[in-house]
């Protein structure tokens, strides 16, 4: 898959562990930076990879900084973006089998990196269930549909 990955100062480090995974298992990494140390602003980073996803030039996103709350926020304006800020294993899954979630949130100063990489593989790896929770999707989407409507 081609994955747009991006994250501000805090989530570098994991950043960079994570693009190192996603490529060992194959996968594309389309990465926006941030890439120092700098302070920077996570909706720069946050919208880039956002947009990827939206418009489909990359089929799934990643997003780090400090608590994950940050770049949820941003990622989950965005049209066809279900983006989970996932704390464990089980969430990660969820996410994926309920949710369909389309793009994973961690939070560097919160989450260790083992439990990040383990988190990223089942998020890979699980696939969305359909059945019941297409309904809930599709509710999501009317949502989204009306609040640009006006
Ligand atoms: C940066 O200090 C921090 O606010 C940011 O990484 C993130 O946690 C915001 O939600």
Redesign the pocket.
């Known amino acids: 898959m081609k994955i747009a990955i991006g994250c ?4 570098l480090q994991l950043k960079e562990a994570i693009k190192i995974e996603l490529e060992r298992l194959g996968h594309e990494a389309s990465d926006v930076g941030t890439n120092t140390c700098d302070s920077v602003d ?1 909706p720069d980073y946050g919208q880039m990879a956002a947009q990827m996803v939206s418009s489909g030039k990359a089929n799934r996103g990643i997003l780090i ?7 949820s926020i941003v990622a989950n304006k965005y049209s066809g973006i279900r983006a989970a800020l996932c704390n464990d294993v089980q969430t990660a899954v969820l996410s994926r089998q309920h949710n369909d979630s389309n793009i994973l949130v961690l ?1 560097a ?1 919160v989450t260790a990196q083992e439990l990040a990489l383990k988190m990223l593989h089942v998020w890979l790896d699980t696939p969305y269930e359909g059945g019941r929770h297409q309904r809930r999707l599709q509710k999501i989407k009317n949502i989204e549909d009306s609040v640009k409507d006006g």
């Open positions: 501000d100062h805090a989530g996570y900084c400090g608590t994950g709350i940050g770049m939070g100063r």
